[in-house]
C-alpha cells in the first residue's frame, strides 16, 4: 500500500492528522491535473471542492485502487461538474444579455460543426459523450441506460474526448 492510501485509509478510520497529511500529499496532483481541465477562475474551487468531496467520501474508501486513482476520479467529476456548471451559467447570460428567452446559445454553424464532430464517433462512445457531457447524467446513470458497467462509461467518454480534440486539432492545422 502506498503512502496516500496509507494516509486515507487512516482517515477513514478517523486519524484526523493523517486527512490533514493526505491533503498535503495530493495537492498538487489534485492541482496538476484540475489545472487542464477547468478555467483558471475556477481552479482554487474545484481543488477544494475535490476535498470537500474526498471528505464526504472517506467512509466508502476501500483501498481497492490506490488513493491517488482515488482521488483523481472524483476530481474528474468535480471538473464536469465545474465545465458544465460554467457553460449553464454562459447560457444564462446569453438568455439575459439578448433579452430573448430561448435564445439560441450557439451559432447554427457552431451547432453544425458540434453535431458533425459527435456525429463522427463510433456509437457506443457517442452515446456515452452526449449522455454525460450534454445531457448532464452522471456516469452512473449513463451506465444503466447504456446497460453497461460505470467504468465503461468512463473509458469510452475519454475515448470520445480524445478523438474530439484530435478531430479539433486536426481541423485547426488543415
Request: hydrophobic share 45%; aromatic share 4%.
Amino acid at each position: 500500500m502506498d503512502r496516500l492510501t496509507g494516509l486515507l485509509v487512516a482517515a477513514r478510520d478517523g486519524d484526523d492528522a493523517a486527512l490533514t497529511e493526505a491533503v498535503r500529499t495530493a495537492q498538487t496532483d489534485v492541482r496538476s491535473y484540475l489545472r487542464l481541465l477547468v478555467d483558471a477562475p475556477d481552479l482554487d474551487d474545484a481543488v477544494q471542492e475535490t476535498f470537500v468531496r474526498t471528505y464526504r467520501s472517506l467512509g466508502r474508501f476501500r483501498a481497492e485502487a490506490s488513493g491517488r486513482t482515488w482521488l483523481l476520479s472524483i476530481a474528474r467529476r468535480v471538473a464536469a461538474d465545474t465545465v458544465r456548471r460554467a457553460a449553464r451559467g454562459r447560457r444564462i447570460r446569453s438568455v439575459v444579455e439578448s433579452g430573448q428567452q430561448g435564445a439560441p446559445v450557439a451559432s447554427p454553424s457552431d451547432e453544425h460543426a458540434l453535431r458533425e464532430l459527435v456525429g463522427r464517433l463510433a456509437p457506443s462512445r457517442r452515446d456515452a459523450f452526449v449522455l454525460t457531457q450534454l445531457v448532464g447524467c452522471d456516469y452512473a446513470e449513463a451506465a444503466a441506460i447504456c446497460a453497461v458497467p460505470v467504468g465503461t462509461i468512463r473509458s469510452r467518454v475519454a475515448r470520445a474526448r480524445s478523438e474530439l480534440l484530435e478531430q479539433v486539432r486536426a481541423a485547426r492545422s488543415a
